[in-house]
């Protein structure tokens, strides 16, 4: 089960399991995003559901669902969102034992925080770098 | 003095908030450094099934990320030979071409810029010699080039062409002397019947890659043909791939032309023929890069080429190339 549904409610791993069936079917990010632009809250909602995805389907299927999302955030100029969406995968390629991924993703993200002048999370980011 | 006050203390905050970003720049500066110290190796393919053969036979490849741009540049991780991890960037496909192939070695300098050396992994023609055992280079051979000429770099005047592309910077010293130490597993007796460090990763390509296993002898078109005079006390096997050091020729040119490439052969000694090492080394003399060239051969050159060898071609090269890597 989901981990976090006392924050997003009961019927989040429903909406989930729901969300992974559409985006298994389609092979493609588009069948679970809208055309409108992705807010804040919706990238939160999307980075959730790639945990859930690495719990139903292994990280690594979650870390190619981020690269989507990433891919999909530079198609819709949303480059504001990316740094969160690789903060994601860092913390899915330390999942896996993969210290060198981690550290890239780690690394890419605290830029991308620094970029838009996101200092506390840039702060979060470089601390996961080990090398 | 109140508002002088309250503008002092924002004027501080703003200061701090500044500093603190600088300081975060630095660390973020550092760290990538880091990081990127351990990438000092690259790998280019040209074409997909060499760069399917190099993914198969160098393991898990991992995406080296960029924030604000789509990358394909990919890394896998070896260990050298004291056993510590070795980072390898893999450049993706370039196309055929030397324009093609300098394009990806600058882009991997760019995103990796501790990158010190390329490995250019492809297939190539080989130069047969029916009559010299031991200069005939073989359809499933590996011919690595210590020397480079770019053949269609010429000046042309009034049908008199005069080549200009002799001058290009030859192989790494350093990977040079790996190959070297390499080879020399092959003048042991019976040198096919025992494991040679590419042996096993020559045998997990043929295993992952569709029809990559090695043809059969009556597929090199060459097979019935040979009558040799000279190189008897020579020894190789017929079904295995022998490694070759010596000149191989680039250019862009698809070669299909026996009378050609034996001019080529007979003027300047070019063992293989291929179409992107000068933009590799070109580009690596630029950038101040060693590089290597590993060649599986595919074809001879001529009217009889065809594409039967072009896979296990790709995984010999793949299988030298990593354990040149791992011999250091």
Known sequence: MYEKPERLGVNINTYFASLLDRYTTAGDITAIIGPSAISAEDLELLLDFSFYIAR??????????????HHHLLDAALEIHVGRVLMTQARLFNQIGKPMSRDLYAMEAAEAFLFFDQISAAEQALAMVQA | MTETAGVDATSVNDKEAREERIRLHHEATEKKLAIFKQITYAVINAIPHEYAATKAVFGEAETIPSAFRKQTIRYVTLNDAAGNDMYVALAGTSGA???????????????????????????????????????????????????????????????????????????????????DRLRSHQAR?????VDKPWDSYIKRGCGEIENAARPERSQDPKSETRKYEKGHTYTRSDDHPYVHVGTIGSANILLKDAVFRDSLNKNHGIVAFEMEGAGVAI?????????????????YGDNEKNDDWQRYASVCAASFARAVLEEG
């Not at chain 1, 389907?57 to 669902?65: D, T």
């Not at chain 2, 031991?134 to 359809?139: C, F």
């Not at chain 2, 630029?286 to 590993?294: E, Q, R």
Request: glycine share 10%; charged share 25%; net charge neutral.
């Open chain 1, 56 to 69: 139903h389907r292994g990280e690594r299927a979650a870390i190619e669902f981020c690269e989507k999302l």
């Open chain 2, 283 to 299: 580009a690596s003399a630029t950038f101040s890069l060693g590089y290597l060239n590993v060649r599986g051969i595919c074809d």
């Open chain 2, 97 to 179: 071409g030397t324009a093609q192939a300098a394009a990806a070695t600058a882009q991997v300098h760019v995103t990796c810029p501790h990158v010190t050396k390329v490995i250019l992994i492809g297939i190539a023609a080989g130069q047969p010699n029916m009559v010299d055992k031991e200069k005939d280079v073989r359809l499933g051979d590996i011919v690595v080039g210590d020397k480079l000429i770019q053949y269609d770099h010429i000046k042309r005047t009034d049908g008199i062409a005069e080549l200009r592309g002799d001058n290009i910077m030859p192989a790494d010293r350093q990977l040079m002397q790996a190959v």
């Open chain 2, 189 to 193: 007796k019976g040198s096919w019947t």
